[in-house]
């Protein structure tokens, strides 16, 4: 503190104030200066020595300050030159300073004078102006403490002053002050609560709580209805005050025919366009107004548009998922301007080596229908427009292949919005579901790059329809494990997988190597991808074929890696389903494959049930399939397919 004033923060503005000795406390976005009763005794001098007398300080507190350059020599403003030209005459207290030059004249002892001077010296000692952006505890302690020393000064009994007034005869006590601040004036360094404003730690009044939640509430049970016309409504009701919706359509690239390829990749790009009763700029608005999130995916199997929101809103977000989804306007100009951003990201995607080798391993590992790729290609990208857009909806969108699933909402709700605008569409006989045929091969694309990256797969027959194979190969997944050459580690990173323990620790011109899968209905994928230095290549290929005979031996596996997996696996589904949005395409995908939702507590027992000969079983079957081989990069020194093919089946 300087030496006539005290510096504060009071919403961004530093405002200094001169006066004898006074307080200065920012409340509710004001600076109040209050005097004590030691300014009281020196302010209230006669008129004849002081010219005015000032009662209060307020908005007012500058005019009234003002003292004639006659009788004061200069004149005091509370902010201004004088100010700084007060502070700046000296560092000490002298009797120079207009405190001390009247204390001596105040009807007070010698002795209250004395106590005065010395709780000044000691605040303006201690309390240092706090600076611009100061932090907010140093803050609070310093002007406590200005506040407390200042206080004690007022004891000094106000009687004793002419005139006097009863104004701030509520601070002539340091206890109130320092423990029961009146109203707001000091509810900023206190914690105390505001006049205007009620406190936070009392119940409002005539507001009912709701009753507290118990320790355990039993998760929701999934209720499921099905309307006349073949389509599914499921919900799960969750304590959460948020809903999340969505409407799954067993229709993904594996319907899409050799006039319709790339249809599924533009049609989650035209998701949320324009409908027959919305402009998109209309609904980009409703999604805003109501503090919304959509969103579209696809998949080989699935078309997923979701929405996720607060509970309160339920009705419009499923008039608004379901408009959507029935009734794309697919505008020539929306179609073509989503079109430009397919190119682009066709462009992407033949930069990226992990969603090529996704990509060549289904090309070339299946033959018909699930060989066919996600993404829209160069070849087929320029026969899209909206009339096969509007060709492939109607074939496809129809009831008995729809789920309407939600988490966060009552089953007897949404029915009784949903069923409304969703009982007329047509009842179509379902169409039976592309035969996986999966065949085996070889796919190569030679670039200069550097770098070689490869992928091994065999196939998982059955897909989820053989649940416990699906269950046992996700398990091996996270057994085998893998990832980047660098990881921060940490719990739950996998860094005790065979792969990284086995593979990545031991080669460092091994720059990623994972176990992956790709599982559907009626088939699925798995096996090993990886990216190494291209002199490394040949080697890192011996070394991947390795490990996935291997976990194919009996009693290769130990107790304590299998027990490991099943955590990991019992962990990442129990994380993933606490998301409103996962757990509700859970809901619909389920209803989609079996035809029911099945708890999760099943799919923990089944985890919880495996075996390492399970694991050296479905290994010994996944291996014997025809083996998936798929690189890009510099590919000249792989081993060819024939090579590679032999060193499984001669197993």
């Known amino acids: 503190m300087s030496e006539s004033h005290l510096e504060s923060v009071c919403q961004g503005k530093v405002r200094t104030f001169l006066t004898d000795v006074h307080v200065k406390i920012a409340c509710q976005g004001k600076v109040r200066t209050f005097f004590t009763e030691v300014h009281v005794k020196i302010v209230r001098m006669s008129k004849k020595k002081r010219g005015k007398t000032v009662n209060n300080v307020g908005k007012s507190s500058r005019k009234k300050l003002r003292m004639s350059r006659k009788k004061r020599g200069k004149t005091v403003n509370n902010v201004g030159k004088s100010s700084r030209k007060y502070s700046r005459k000296n560092n000490n207290l002298t009797e120079k300073l207009p405190l001390f030059k009247y204390i001596s004249k105040a009807k007070i002892s010698a002795h209250e004078q004395e106590e005065a001077r010395k709780n000044i010296q000691l605040c303006r000692k201690s309390c240092s102006s706090p600076p611009l952006n100061p932090e907010p505890s140093v803050t609070i302690e310093t002007d406590r403490k200005a506040l407390l020393i200042f206080s004690s000064v007022s004891h000094l009994h106000i009687h004793h002053v002419r005139g006097g007034s009863r104004v701030l005869a509520r601070f002539s006590s340091s206890t109130v002050v320092a423990t029961k601040p009146p109203g707001a004036l000091f509810s900023w360094l206190t914690g105390g609560g505001s006049d205007s404003l009620p406190p936070l730690d009392f119940a409002l009044k005539d507001v009912q709580l709701p009753p507290p939640l118990p320790d355990y509430v039993e998760p929701g049970k999934t209720k499921i209805t099905t309307l006349t016309n073949g389509l ?171 789920v309407l699933s939600a988490l966060g ?103 990623a190597f994972s176990a992956f899968s790709s599982i559907y209905n009626n088939t699925g994928l798995f096996g090993i991808q990886a990216a190494t230095t291209s002199d490394f290549a040949p080697r890192a290929v011996e070394v991947a074929t390795k490990e996935l005979t291997a976990v194919a031996n009996p009693g290769e596996v130990d107790r304590v890696q299998l027990d490991r997996a099943k955590q990991l696996t019992k962990s990442a589904i129990l994380m993933n389903l606490e998301s409103r949005m996962v757990a509700s395409e859970d809901i619909g995908r389920q209803l989609l494959t079996y035809g029911e939702r099945k708890p999760v507590e099943h799919f923990l027992k089944a985890i919880d049930a495996i075996s390492a000969n399970d694991i050296a079983s479905v290994a010994q079957k996944l291996i014997s399939s025809p083996l998936t081989m798929a690189s890009c990069g510099d590919v000249l020194s792989l081993p060819t397919y024939d090579a590679v093919s032999s060193r499984f089946h001669s197993k």
């Open 232 to 402: 599914k409504i499921a919900s799960e009701t969750s304590a959460s005050p948020a809903a999340s919706i969505g409407l799954y359509v067993d229709c993904g690239s594996v319907y899409e025919t050799p006039a319709s390829y790339g249809t599924t990749h533009l049609l989650e790009r035209m998701a949320f366009k324009s409908t027959l009763n919305r402009s998109h700029l209309r609904i980009v608005r409703e999604v805003e107004a109501i503090g919304g999130n959509v969103n579209a995916a696809a998949s080989r199997e699935h078309m997923i548009y979701t929405y996720d929101a607060l509970k309160t809103y339920v009705p419009q977000m499923v008039e608004l998922l379901v408009d959507c989804v029935r009734n794309p306007a697919f505008l020539d100009w929306e179609v073509n301007e989503q079109l430009e951003k397919v190119k682009a990201e066709i462009d992407e995607h033949s930069k990226n080596p992990q969603h090529l080798l996704l990509e060549a391993v289904h090309s070339a590992g299946y033959s018909g229908a699930y060989g066919n790729s996600l993404a829209a290609t160069e070849a087929t990208v320029n026969r899209l427009n909206n009339t096969v857009l509007e060709e492939f909806v109607a074939e496809n969108y129809t009831a008995p292949r729809i």
């Open 409 to 511: 909402v009552e089953h007897e709700e949404l029915l009784k919005v949903a069923e409304p605008l969703l009982s007329d569409l047509p009842k179509v006989p379902r169409t039976e579901e592309p035969a996986p045929v999966y065949v085996g091969g070889d796919y190569r694309r030679q670039a200069d790059s550097g770098m070689t990256h490869f992928a091994l797969a065999f196939e998982v027959p059955g897909g989820w329809l053989k649940e416990k194979d699906a269950m046992t190969l996700t398990v091996l997944q996270l057994l085998m494990g893998g990832g980047g050459s660098f990881s921060a580690g940490g719990p739950g990173k996998g860094m005790y997988s065979r792969l990284y323990l086995r593979v990545l620790n031991a080669y460092p011109q091994i720059h």
